[in-house]
């Protein structure tokens, strides 16, 4: 039962571009975990740009960058 928690600079996605970006993530998980529909849920956190660095990268990304599948190529210090 896949939980994806995607933050992001804000975008002000519509509701269709969500459901698109939700489509395809659903469909990365039924390919690699064999996941049903039912089985996911996503949700869509827009960061505004300003905040990535206290609300993001130094609470989340800096402190598990060993454990990173992906690192990003910046570096905020």
């Known amino acids: 039962m ?13 509701e269709t571009q969500q459901n698109a970006i939700s ?4 469909a990365v998980l039924k390919k ?3 996941s049903s529909d039912d089985s996911v ?3 869509l956190n827009e960061i505004p740009a300003d ?4 609300a993001v990268y130094e ?3 800096k402190p ?5 599948v992906k690192k990003p190529g ?3 210090d």
């Open 23 to 26: 489509d395809d993530i659903i």
């Open 64 to 68: 598990h960058l060993d454990e990173l």
């Open 51 to 54: 905040d990535w660095k206290s």
């Open 2 to 14: 896949p939980h994806v928690d995607l933050k992001f600079i804000t975008r002000n996605l519509t």
């Open 41 to 43: 849920s996503i949700k």
């Open 32 to 34: 690699h975990f064999g």
């Open 59 to 61: 609470p989340i990304i």
């Open 74 to 76: 910046y570096k905020l």
